[in-house]
């Protein structure tokens, strides 16, 4: 493996809660003052798969009720590159799951995504007048106009969520977020003996010829992150065509596609973005980014979930987030070169599970390294030579 780090290697300090935890903002919620779910660091490294029907909860930080949100860094500039899969540079990773194995069913709480570019090499984020927030807007946010702050009074009965204020946080703050209204729907029973679900609209409107189309994208936690090797995306990852021994590095950065429904073969899940879709958030017109370095996840949602509640409030939990590794890098060092041809030509015409059989170099994910993996490192040279 190559000496690069893909995924985000340090948090921010935003809070106001510096003695409990100094590294993110959480906003009031069931499980912000629980010590498995508050640790900011947890969304550093790589992600912990639990496949789609299960969730992962070992390695999470929780952002808590409306407007709470983690910023994190990563230790080198995420390029905005036409040679990654689909043109995708980044990809953010939760604990969401789907219902019984059905992607339009699932268990999510969707979070707001926003990036910022590194831009004097400081590395102090937001200390140039062009290194501002830019906005991933989801498939839910049209114009800025759903911008909204909430005041969290620790001395309001009525705070809406769970008033869950640690000691050393101050009386009253604020936190905001362009707000989403995302429709969880009661599915498997009648209230209150069911699961409260995101549905895909797409699935509910009179069209039949979209239902493989994603209702929802560019949020984080909607999508599943897979077990480490699920490489032919069965919920297992021993059998036919997985690799659990596959480094990490090289596993979670292959990007699913985020506009249709389900995970596809050879990707990790997770919901990945382009660095294309950011816009200034005041003017809504294109960002126009070469790269960011610092990316804010929020939670944008301002429900309590479930018949009076009774599951608490949207909470959006943050597992990792990567750096997309561009078609043709067989070594995870995020370029393609003669080391990537070196790796390549020994894979060369081998099939899984053959020793030699590089699951990194499988870019047809058919199990085996013919002409067709050639013809996909041949298109990445080009497109990162011409970058």
Partial sequence: MADFNPFATEVINISLNGVNEPNYLPAPGQFVNNQSFNKAYRALGSPTGAGYMNASNRDIVTLGGFGGKIVLSFDHNVENNPANPMGLDAIVFSNAWYYA????YRWSEPATIEIMPELNDNNIPGDDPC???YLIPGSNLDDPNTFRTIIWDINDPNVYGYPDFNDSWPVTYETSAFEIFPNFQCVGGDPPYCIWLLVNPNIEDPDPYNDNLEGFWGYAEYSPTLKLGDLNVDDINDGF???PNMPPELFYTVPDDPFTVGILPGTCGGD???IDWAVNPDTWQPANLVSFKYIRITNPVHEMIGEEGILGESSPEIDAVADVR??????G???ID???IELFTKAWLT???DPCFNPAADFAVDHKIDLFDYAEIARGWVLNSQY
């Fill in 351 to 353: 099939e899984w599970p």
């Fill in 131 to 133: 290194e501002i927030w």
């Fill in 338 to 340: 003669y080391y990537d």
């Fill in 101 to 104: 194995g059905y992607p339009n």
């Fill in 326 to 331: 561009p078609v043709g890098d067989i070594n």
């Fill in 272 to 274: 990945a973005f382009d």
């Fill in 333 to 335: 060092d995020n370029e």
């Fill in 241 to 243: 065509g997985d690799c």
